[in-house]
């Protein structure tokens, strides 16, 4: 059964970039500037796919049990054992109550998506903190639940900040690369300083989890990082750490680079196939180990 | 030193919209040397003023590269030449322990650099500068925008610089004495 932690990692990804899409425009709407005018159209294109990207949710709540080691009762022993709190896990963990939390965090931010589609809402600032807030919250529950749940032994208190901040990073690149056409070039050199930013802080969190793991040493946490550095998919990790951090952060730091709009956009597309290798790196070595 | 030597014609406006499209006529008519003063950062004025690139960010980079090198080079010296230590049998060579270090010094010595950049190129620190004779000029740090063009270079004609900033509607013309 590789199917289904193929489909979820491209569906997450899909998702990712809607949700990064909205969390760009709620973040222009709160701080404005010229910046985010030619990407408004494309970032509003891209949010209007939510809701057909939360209906093809569904194949994975059926699977749950193909996915999801807690979801299969014979295998409650070998997840349940050294964790902290086993009984929380055990509550959380319940297919019937992930399913309502799933559909919890789909109908709200189709909703957030549909309202900020709407002319009444498309600039409000007040809105928009109030989207950011509950982006942040269901974000980060809906990151733990689906993909950290894949292995429900570990867990890490940066992921779904990390994750949001990946999902930003896609939704702003795949603006870009859809509005390369348009925009002056003062505008380019404010998107290349925000995938910038972006870049930096993924990076910055990513090590961070990291390095916190790899100083404790303890068996449970190490378990999700040693598929992930001590096999092939170490060559992924490294691929990650350059295409995803160094070379955008060298190509940045020049101004000529980031006000053409040729390399930002080449840039942009190099970063959303990373984006889905980074995906691809959180599901897959989860579910097969 | 003539006794009615220029440092330059200020304009002072109402609005940094005002400030943007005159900076760009300016640009337009074919002042290379103009400055602007603005209470607040105005997005898009650096283009508009055509300010050439200088050296501070290389001197930045510059001083970020040796922070990092040389913060790392000085762990990765005292953990494995100089008195190598068995810690929880972690390899001498533990690069991810080294990453913080070498990241804050990082960002260290590219200010510092950046900083001393600056103030070497734009010959800061000073006591007092020709603009300060303009009585108008403290608004510069409340509610007004000024536009200065420098009397600098052998074409630099003060009568049609007057003339060419009237044709902008400032809200008041007067020459900057050096």
């Keep these: 059964m590789k199917l289904l932690p193929a489909y979820l990692a491209l569906w997450w990804f899909c998702m990712g970039l809607s949700l990064g899409a909205l969390a760009n425009l709620w973040v222009h709407n709160l701080t404005g500037g010229a910046w985010g005018e030619p990407i408004r159209e494309p970032l509003l294109r891209l949010a209007r796919a939510l809701p057909w990207l939360a209906l093809l949710f569904i194949p994975v709540l059926i699977a749950l049990p193909a996915l999801y080691p807690w979801a299969d009762p014979a295998e409650h022993a070998r997840w349940s054992g050294e964790v902290a709190r086993p009984g929380f896990k055990s509550v959380w963990l319940q297919p019937g109550f992930f399913i309502a939390r799933s559909v919890v965090y789909l109908a709200l931010w189709v909703v957030l998506g549909w309202l900020t589609t709407r002319q009444a809402y498309m600039r409000s600032q007040r809105f928009s903190a109030a989207a950011l807030l509950v982006y942040a919250v269901t974000g980060t529950l809906a990151a733990i639940d689906w993909v950290m749940s894949l292995m429900p032994l570990w867990y890490s208190t940066a992921f779904g900040l990390l994750v949001l901040v990946g999902q930003g990073l896609a939704g702003l690149s795949a603006a870009i690369v859809l509005a390369a056409a348009r925009g002056p070039r003062l505008v380019f050199g404010d998107l290349g300083n925000l995938v910038l930013v972006y870049v930096l802080t993924w990076a910055y969190l990513a090590f961070t989890q990291y390095l916190v793991i790899w100083a404790g040493n303890l068996p449970h946490e190490i378990a999700w990082y040693v598929p992930r550095v001590q096999t092939g998919w170490a060559a992924v990790a490294v691929a990650l750490i350059a295409g995803h951090f160094f070379v955008p952060l060298l190509v940045l730091l020049s101004r000529d680079a980031k006000e053409a709009p040729r390399v930002l956009r080449g840039l942009a597309w190099s970063l959303l196939a990373l984006h889905l290798v980074d995906v691809c790196w959180l599901v897959f070595p989860s579910v097969a180990a | 030193m003539k006794p009615d030597a220029l440092y330059g014609v200020l304009a002072e ?26 209470p607040f950062p105005v997005e898009g004025l650096d283009q508009a003023l ?68 600056m103030l070497i190129m734009n010959g800061l620190p000073r006591l007092t500068h020709p603009l300060f004779a303009v009585p108008e000029f403290d608004l510069a740090t409340r509610n007004r925008f000024f536009l200065c063009v420098r009397a600098r270079g052998p074409r630099f004609d003060a009568e049609r610089a007057r003339a060419f900033i009237a044709t902008l509607d400032p809200l008041c013309l007067c020459d900057v004495p050096a």
């Design chain 2, 50 to 117: 055509a300010i050439p690139p200088n050296r501070v960010p290389l001197a930045a980079l510059v001083g970020g590269i040796a922070g990092g090198a040389g913060t790392y080079f000085l762990q990765w010296y005292s953990a494995v030449i100089d008195y190598p230590v068995n810690i929880g049998g972690r390899p001498l060579h533990s690069w991810p322990s080294y990453i913080p270090a070498t990241f804050e010094i990082t960002i260290l010595g590219a200010a510092l650099a950046a900083v001393a950049a």
């Design chain 2, 13 to 38: 406006f109402r609005t940094a919209d005002a400030l943007l499209e005159a900076a760009r006529a300016a640009k337009a008519a074919g002042y290379r040397d103009v400055e602007a003063y603005t």
